[in-house]
């Protein structure tokens, strides 16, 4: 038996005598997602005990060196233990902004001090991050953000407003971008963190569409931050910010992979819809798994360091377009009992909410206009 084998073995035993049945059910709602932080909120206890029980072994960061809170495990090991999470279906154990995004800028630009102050707490899931970036005018044009760092000695005085700031109300920690010099665009960034309880930091909740608010506006006045949270050199934050976004649609676009849904799909499939509908599921499901195959070569080529720049667009883009379309179907499938708001049947209209917030994964991020943009410069080397 080789060692991966041993490893596979072994994994599989644990996770049959540690995750909890009830973490080996799709979630319903986005409230049944563990975000961890310094309030942390449990639909179900077995929540915590998931998240404790794999945060233990550092398996909620399981390719993270272990001084920084992960698990050590080489990329075949890290594979293998996706491969048998997905194999139980068990849930995520953390969702994470800073597993997504801010670890891996950390762990690539931060200060020894930074890491080992930060990545530990991501790691077990002890403080919540959220993403200072967008701006009122400056959104897909991200390098135009206002929002200024005046230099006061030791500290930082940071003044301005940021946008579409997700779940900034309940955030701990933000990671933001700050103009540090007027003269120049992207030259004139630098990269901040600091805590969301610092005084002059407030946050006021966008009401969207679906009835739900993950989204926040968040105003910053006069907000002290301490230059020890300068993250990489001054005015260079936007090679920290362009690493951090293509982490941040990797995430996005596994969404594409059917996190939600594909059961209840292919439930509506065989159940006998009408023949169109299940036409369009199958052709759905040959891409879902065409994208899934394409998505593993993808991790791999990202974990070796080969991927080409360009191509988490490419993910993103594909991946969102694909996670409209699989809930449009849900829609289509559920008839009229699919727009129920209210209902305990339908979880507090979690099909209907659900679907509108996918509309939002194909701006978020960076818009599917902007990935096709990269796209066709980067990867066609078509004319701008």
């Not at 029980?53 to 001084?67: F, L, N, S």
């Not at 990329?75 to 670890?103: C, Q, V």
């Not at 720049?309 to 829609?331: C, D, F, V």
Request: net charge neutral; aromatic share 8%; with cysteine.
């Amino acid at each position: 038996m080789s060692d991966l084998d041993q490893f596979r073995q072994e994994t599989r035993a644990w996770l049959e005598e540690n995750c909890p049945q009830t973490m080996r059910t799709p979630m319903r709602s986005e409230k049944e997602a563990t975000w961890g932080g310094r309030n942390p909120e449990y639909a179900h206890p077995d929540q915590k005990l998931w998240l404790d029980r794999m945060a233990a072994r550092g398996w909620t960061v399981p390719d993270w060196p272990t001084p920084y809170g992960g698990g050590g495990l080489t990329p075949g090991e890290t594979k293998i233990l996706r491969e048998e999470l997905a194999r139980i279906r068990a849930r995520n154990p953390l969702h994470s902004f800073g597993i997504s995004m801010l670890g891996p800028a950390l762990l690539k630009y931060g200060t020894e001090e930074q890491k080992l102050g930060h990545l530990p707490k991501i790691a077990r899931g002890e403080i919540r991050w959220c993403q200072g970036y967008s701006e009122p005018n400056a959104g897909s044009d991200l390098a135009g953000l206002q929002t200024s760092a005046e230099d006061a000695g030791d500290h930082f005085i940071v003044n301005g407003q940021k946008v579409w700031t997700s779940y900034a109300d309940k955030a701990d920690w933000i990671f933001c971008l700050v103009r540090t010099d007027k003269a120049v665009k992207q030259g004139g960034i630098s990269f901040l963190l600091f805590d969301m309880a610092s005084e002059g930091v407030s946050t006021r909740p966008i009401l969207l569409i679906s009835g739900n608010s993950p989204f926040c506006e968040t105003f910053f006045d006069n907000v002290k931050v301490p230059k020890a949270n300068l993250v990489g050199d001054l005015n260079k934050g936007w090679d920290v910010a362009k690493y951090l976004l293509g982490h941040e649609r990797e995430m996005i676009s596994a969404m594409g992979l059917g996190a939600t849904g594909s059961d209840a799909l292919i439930e509506a499939a065989r159940k006998g819809a009408d023949p169109l509908l299940r036409a369009q599921i199958a052709l759905f499901q040959v891409r879902a798994q065409a994208f899934k195959a394409m998505s593993e070569r993808f991790i791999d080529e990202l974990k070796a360091g080969r991927a080409h720049p360009a191509q988490p667009s490419m993910m993103k883009y594909y991946g969102t377009e694909l996670n409209k379309t699989r809930h449009e179907l849900l829609m289509a499938a559920g008839g009229s009992d699919a727009l129920e708001w209210e209902s305990d049947a339908t979880h507090g209209g979690a099909p209907a909410r659900t679907w509108l917030r996918t509309k939002a994964n194909s701006i978020e991020g960076g818009t599917s206009e902007i990935q096709l943009n990269i796209i066709a410069k980067r990867i066609l080397d078509l004319p701008s």
